[in-house]
């Protein structure tokens, strides 16, 4: 006699905001090798990946055309470019960026639109609170992020994990290697360090772009901004990790208050 659940649709508004809150994920669903091929909704998570289309295509084909392009996000862009490109996506053109996109202009691209969105991909009401965590040392430091982390929108915080994991995949390649015939690969000279310094800004940002003194940080902030990019970058995988205790004891609580939710959960499961 039970009513099934196939759609989120079906659910009360309440129940799908309680859905759009609980950001579950697996260690697979960490994995960027997961995506190719076919695209995969999260085990728990009934939301599709919300990331605009924009940054995913930007981190893609930076990925795959620049980790090996020394001073990356550092070396200038062609204006003209880049604005041409924005005025594309911002029209809701589907644009794939291919190997004829210079890679300086693509990295112009996404720091462009990280710095400008309305509301900054970190919300200007928690910038104080990620702020704090740069007085804090070792497992406290990294629990408060995590705990911060939760509280973001799901758009933001998906989003924000795409970006991490490709900022993490640039530091890898940040030192010289060499493939297996023994020539040297470049690197590209880009660490969490150098990369925290450029972005930071763009992700933690106190006031709206063009606000007055929207650009003025103090010295402690802008060191601040820079040692909490870092963490997120060095330990992104694990701070946007739930472990299963506290999936667990989620699940117990909606069983008591939501258990339509619960349903519509296992069934996805």
Request: aromatic share 6%; proline share 5%.
């Amino acid at each position: 006699g039970a009513m099934s659940v196939d759609s989120i649709t079906d659910l009360s508004d309440n129940a799908s905001e309680l859905l759009e809150a609980l950001q579950l994920s697996h260690p697979h669903e960490l994995d960027p090798r997961r995506s190719r091929g076919k695209k995969k909704l999260l085990s728990l998570n009934p939301i599709t990946w919300q990331v605009p289309r924009i940054v995913d295509r930007c981190c893609t084909h930076l990925e795959m055309h620049g980790l090996q392009t020394v001073g990356i996000f550092r070396v200038g862009s062609s204006k003209k470019r880049v604005q041409q490109l924005r005025e594309e996506f911002d029209r809701g053109l589907d644009i794939f960026l291919d190997e004829h996109q210079s890679v300086h202009d693509v990295a112009a691209l996404l720091k462009e639109f990280l710095r400008d969105m309305p509301d900054s991909l970190i919300p200007r009401e928690l910038y104080g609170a990620f702020l704090s965590t740069a007085a804090m040392e070792g497992q406290a430091q990294l629990d408060t992020l995590q705990l911060l982390l939760f509280l973001l929108p799901p758009c933001h915080s998906d989003t924000l994990l795409r970006l991490l994991r490709f900022l993490g995949e640039v530091a890898r390649h940040a030192e010289r290697s060499w493939d297996p015939e023994g020539r040297e690969i470049p690197g590209n000279k880009m660490t969490v360090s150098n990369l925290a310094t450029v972005f930071g800004p763009n992700i933690l940002q106190k006031e709206k772009p063009g606000e007055k003194d929207a650009g003025a940080l103090n010295f402690e902030d802008s060191a601040a901004i820079i040692l909490v990019l870092q963490r997120l970058i060095e330990h992104h995988r694990s701070l946007f990790m739930v472990s299963p205790e506290l999936q667990c004891d989620i699940l117990r609580r909606l069983f008591q208050t939501d258990p339509d939710v619960i349903e519509y959960l296992l069934r996805r499961k």
